[in-house]
């Protein structure tokens, strides 16, 4: 399998879940800005451009994070990365990874938007992301992780999302419970070595 990817990028979380499931994988690496990879154009992998992609041994290829973490869950339940299909805490997996992707992700992402102004960033981070840090942080408050004790790789996904905010100037540091969860997840060997191998420093 490959995974491509951009160091920093969202791509980090679904390399954790590959990891967590003991896959062996290549990681490729994406140029943001040219959309080029060693193999070549990385529109020949996906059409939509963005990363992560997961290149499966038989050349298909799933694109979005979230779907990503799930199909790697699925492929071997037995490392129970998500809950069980059809149950009540599969759901609230789910819910937490659409909350991830929609809410703190594309929220995120205005952050890094060029098409956004500095002054409008300002408001946006005040007004709308300051409000999902928060309700982060008060579950987080009772949680070790986002469904209790036990890990899930929608963990995976909200440690990469909330490793962004220092890179565009938001203070996130006053969430304590937020930074108790992010150095809880930089002790596990696999986002160690996810990091490692993307080359960047946990936040």
């Not at 980090?12 to 800005?33: H, M, N, T």
């Not at 041994?57 to 069980?84: F, S």
């Not at 995120?108 to 982060?136: C, H, Q, W």
């Amino acid at each position: 399998m490959k995974l491509y990817f951009s160091p920093g990028s969202c791509g980090l979380s679904p390399q954790i879940a590959l990891r967590e499931a003991g896959l062996d994988f290549e990681l490729v690496k994406v140029d943001f800005g040219t959309k080029q990879t060693q193999e070549g154009d990385y529109h020949a992998v996906t059409s939509k451009g963005f990363v992560p992609a997961l290149q499966l041994d038989n050349g298909d290829v799933i694109t979005e994070g979230a779907v990503i973490l799930q199909w790697i869950a699925d492929q071997h339940p037995e490392r129970q990365l998500l809950p069980a299909l059809g149950t009540r805490q599969r759901y609230k997996a789910m819910e937490w990874l659409n909350y991830i992707a929609t809410d703190l992700h594309k929220g995120m992402a205005v952050m890094f938007s060029p098409f956004v102004d500095a002054e409008s960033k300002t408001r946006f981070a005040d007004g709308n992301l300051g409000k999902v840090f928060a309700y982060i942080n008060e579950h987080l408050s009772t949680h070790d992780y986002v469904l209790g004790e036990q890990f899930c790789l929608a963990d995976g996904y909200l440690y990469n999302v909330l490793s962004w905010p220092s890179r565009v100037n938001i203070d996130i540091t006053g969430y304590t419970h937020i930074q108790t969860f992010l150095a809880r997840m930089e002790q596990r060997p696999t986002v160690r070595a996810a990091l490692i191998a993307e080359d960047v420093r946990a936040a």
